[in-house]
């Protein structure tokens, strides 16, 4: 929705942000990763494992010859029934056929992760792939979705508004998606009404003690 060209890292063929905004391999990709050393050789980099979702891509023979070699090595991994792409994508960083950028954390805003507190996003990364053949309209992707094929228009007031608040979710909210976003104040607000209740009812106790008899 707004011009991307500034910003990026320079003198980098391909910028790309981490994986999950973790620091090397996750747990989750480390067996993958392991499978492919043992029956393919590749070799990966600990310290870094890239997401293929988020990349600033400039037009150069290094990246033309990267994205050669990453699809070569996607069909390999392929033939061992490894459909993911983001495996042999890491593998091709490793040969250094192409210079790599990492981009920072709020370019790679992963919507479904709740348990990253992050700063304010440039990027929404939604996960489509987690929800089946429909994204929940309660997620701002899926309010779009549902609005464009509805109406063949899209809804940019929602965007801004979430752009503003930096606030990707659009109803049944929860207090880690609050707190996900970094509005504390509104996350006090929604927690503050089950503290009162919990204070009342044992004041209410303690200024009148039942009596428990045993037969």
């Keep these: ?12 063929e391909l910028a790309v942000a981490r994986d999950r905004n ?4 996750t747990p ?21 494992y890239l997401n293929a979702g988020v990349m600033f891509v400039r037009d150069t023979p290094a990246a033309h010859a990267f994205y050669a070699e990453w699809h070569r090595r996607w069909k390999q991994a392929l033939s061992l029934g490894m459909w993911q792409d983001q495996f042999s994508f890491n593998s091709v960083i490793a040969t250094g056929t192409a210079t790599i950028a990492i981009l920072p954390d709020r370019d790679n805003w992963v919507t479904h ?5 992050r700063g304010r996003a440039r990027i929404f990364h939604f996960f489509a792939s987690l ?3 429909e994204i929940p309209a309660s997620t701002l992707l899926g309010h779009l979705t549902n609005r464009f094929q509805r109406d063949g228009t899209l809804d940019e007031a ?5 752009t503003k608040d930096n606030f990707p979710w659009m109803d049944n909210v929860r207090l880690k998606h609050l707190l996900a976003s970094g509005l504390y104040v509104r996350a006090a607000g929604l927690v503050a009404p089950s503290i009162i209740r919990r204070v009342r009812r044992k004041f209410s106790l303690w200024a009148h003690p039942r009596l428990l008899t045993r037969d």
């Design 1 to 12: 929705m707004r011009p991307l060209d500034c910003g990026w890292p320079e003198g980098a």
């Design 22 to 25: 973790q620091w090397g391999i």
């Design 28 to 48: 989750l990709a480390l067996p993958g990763v392991e499978k492919l050393r043992a029956k393919l050789g590749w070799e990966f980099r600990m310290d870094r």
């Design 113 to 117: 992760s709740t348990v990253m507190l």
């Design 131 to 133: 929800y089946g053949d």
């Design 158 to 162: 929602t965007i801004a508004s979430a």
